[in-house]
């Protein structure tokens, strides 16, 4: 019997190895395509080496480097000669600093309909802009999958966002990315796939979908995907890569667990504030909120239109004398057709200062806003310290709004100015940064900021030890283990980020875990929300956390924790407060658990909600450990 079947089980159905297609239920898939980049990519490929094999084994790994792309330490240098040198000696290509931001670049280059992209980045969903099932996870996870190995997920729940209408003149893809995260949160996409539908799809190009499926990661949805259909085709052909292309639609009858209905033409100019990215509110409410600076790229807001629209806006213009303006395009590709186009001068002659594709100033490596400064930027986050100073804020916003602020000084309306229109026909293709790979007799670089790992910790049958830290609900990866200047160069060297975990929440925590010998932490709902970084379950790994206890969590996050051997808990939390004293009998965990609050002399029942395979791995102390020891 035919099944009607979404975007996202057409796609599953075709690449399931293991298990049933089952909402709820944990399937191993095949992964075709791999990305790495240069903050996760040193972990990934230390435990891609790990696995002892002799080169990678799915259909194409690219190994990026642009999130420190400007090199902005020896270290972070250290980190992209290291990447260069194992990906070509292992089989993988390799973009190059300045190439552009990954997800830009793999949907521009390599991205194929209907196939399934695996990267060590959160927004590794970007890739649903060209119909293709990108998923983020941690490095061990994409270390795994380019070892031929499959990705084990839970069969997401799909909500169907329909599509109506046409978007007006100074309304734009980010703001009906905005617009989802203001009617459903940073949670509302949790054990979701998200996919578009409706005749609204088609009035989009594949970079702004891109711009949709790349900011549906904040909702915390396992992915997001538009159908592949006649706009993806002209798009591959301009890319030169027709031939890529394959058709994919939902069958009609599909069931989704929820429906969305936006009509684009009813969509306003929206701001997220600081602090959230679901903290979303209209420009005109906002209009004339003074500005310090203003950023426009990214992996969100990094296309050729996009900067093609600020340059018309500012033709003949020029930003406002108070603030300073940085455009960064997310691609070479991108750059080069400014470059062409005569945009790079506009924007140069109207003040605006243009810096190489990629991703720094979004994580903070450069450009970071001053104390109390507000930062208006076209990127996808903005909780404390995103920027690479907590005290600096960030508000988010499309590229229009940027432009049309940058010319004021303060947050304005670009529906004030009069109507820019950008037809994309032709694209230059050019692909002299991406570096193939040698094979075998490249050797590998790697400087002494590159560590080896400590050996894996088994779970012992009784956890013990201190609660040393209480947080709240929403704490995002960038609070357990901040990106930016920071951070930026030690991702290769846990000993010594692990310094830096929960940084902006309490900076006495690291020192604190170490000395007692490590301990538990206790968190609120969706608990790890953000970023891919496995540095975020590696480090509390590294000072000593045995266990978190949360409400809930967010999948990435969740499922590195058990990778490195961390046991995610969940309960209610009211009963925990920093300081006590817990037990744990962890010896079977398919039963109910209870934790010993020692110093209440209370007793608290708690979950693990964990697979078969999720057990398997944290006995034997993580993901690394599991596979070396040949189980599954
Ligand atoms: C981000 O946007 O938060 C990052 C920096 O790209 C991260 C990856 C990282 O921490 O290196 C992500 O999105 O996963
Ligand atoms: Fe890079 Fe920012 Fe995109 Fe993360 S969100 S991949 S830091 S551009």
Not at 11 to 18: G, K, P, S
Not at 274 to 292: F, H, L, M, Q, Y
Request: hydrophobic content about 40%.
């Amino acid at each position: 019997m035919h099944v009607a079947k979404t975007l996202t089980e057409k796609i599953l159905a075709e690449h399931i190895v293991e298990g049933a297609l089952d909402k709820g239920h944990e399937v191993g898939i095949r992964i075709d395509h791999c990305l790495t980049q240069d903050s996760t990519g040193t972990m990934a490929w230390l435990e891609f080496e790990s696995l002892g094999l002799d080169k990678v084994q799915a259909e194409l790994v690219v190994s990026y480097s642009d999130h420190t792309s400007l090199g902005f330490k020896g270290e972070s240098t250290d980190d992209h000669l290291f990447l260069q040198s194992i990906a070509s000696h292992y089989g993988a290509k390799f973009s190059k600093n300045g190439n552009g931001v990954c997800h830009q670049v793999h949907y521009e280059r390599f991205g194929i309909p209907a196939r399934t992209l695996l990267g060590s980045d959160s927004h590794t969903p970007t890739a649903g802009g060209l119909g293709m099932l990108g998923i983020g996870a941690g490095g061990a996870d994409v270390a795994v999958a380019m070892g031929g190995g499959l990705f084990y997920l839970t069969v997401p729940k799909v909500m169907r966002v329909v599509l109506t209408g046409n978007l007006p003149w100074g309304v734009t893809a980010k703001d009906l990315a905005l617009e989802i995260l203001r009617r459903i949160s940073v949670k509302g996409g949790v054990g979701h796939f998200i996919e578009f539908a409706g005749p609204g799809v088609k009035t989009l190009s594949v970079p702004e979908r891109a711009t949709i499926t790349n900011m549906c990661t904040e909702t915390g949805a396992t992915s997001s995907i538009f159908p592949s259909d006649a706009v993806t085709k002209k798009f591959l052909e301009m890319q030169g890569r027709g031939s890529d292309w394959r058709p994919l639609t939902a069958d009609a009858g599909a069931s989704y667990d929820q429906t969305l209905e936006i009509d684009l033409s009813s969509l306003v100019p929206l701001v997220a504030m600081p602090g959230s990215p679901d903290n979303v509110r209209p420009v005109a409410e906002i209009a004339g909120t003074k500005i310090d600076q203003v950023f426009i790229g990214s992996c969100t807001n990094g296309s050729y239109k996009d900067i093609k629209v600020v340059a018309e806006i500012l033709k003949g213009k020029h930003v406002a004398k108070e603030i300073d303006v940085v455009v960064s395009p997310g691609s070479r590709q991108v750059w080069e057709m400014l470059l062409k186009d005569g945009s790079f001068l506009a924007l140069t002659q109207a003040g605006v200062r243009m810096i190489e594709p990629g991703c720094n100033a979004c994580i903070g490596i450069g450009f970071v806003p001053g104390t109390n400064s507000l930062s208006l930027r076209t990127v996808n986050r903005n909780w404390k310290g995103r920027g690479g100073n907590e005290l600096g804020k960030l508000a988010l916003t499309s590229p229009e709004v940027a432009a049309a602020s940058a010319l004021k000084g303060a947050i304005a309306d670009p529906r004030e100015l009069s109507p820019v229109t950008v037809r994309v026909t032709k694209l230059i293709v050019d692909d002299a940064m991406i570096v193939e790979p040698e094979g075998p007799s490249a050797p590998i670089r790697r400087a002494p900021n590159i560590a080896k790992m400590a050996p894996p910790r088994p779970l012992p049958p009784v956890l013990k030890g201190e609660v040393l830290l209480k947080v709240g609900d929403g704490v995002s990866t960038d609070a357990i283990l901040p990106a930016g200047p920071l951070t930026q160069h030690l991702r290769s060297n846990l000993p010594e980020i692990a310094k830096f975990t929960f940084h902006y929440e309490d900076k006495t925590f690291a020192a604190r875990a170490m000395e007692r010998g490590g301990g538990f932490i206790v968190g609120g709902d969706n608990y790890g929300q953000g970023s891919s970084r496995e540095h975020a379950a590696l480090a509390p790994w590294q000072v000593g956390i045995k266990a978190v206890i949360a409400k809930s969590y967010a999948r990435i996050h969740k499922a590195n924790l058990v990778n490195v051997g961390i046991l995610p808990l969940v309960g209610d939390v009211a009963g925990f407060d920093k300081g006590d004293q817990l037990e744990i009998d962890v010896s079977d965990l398919t039963r109910p658990l209870v934790v010993r609050n020692v110093t209440k002399g209370t007793t608290i029942p708690v979950k693990a909600e964990l697979s078969a395979r999720d057990i398997r791995m944290i006995r034997v102390g993580g993901l690394l450990a599991m596979a070396l020891a040949g189980k599954k």
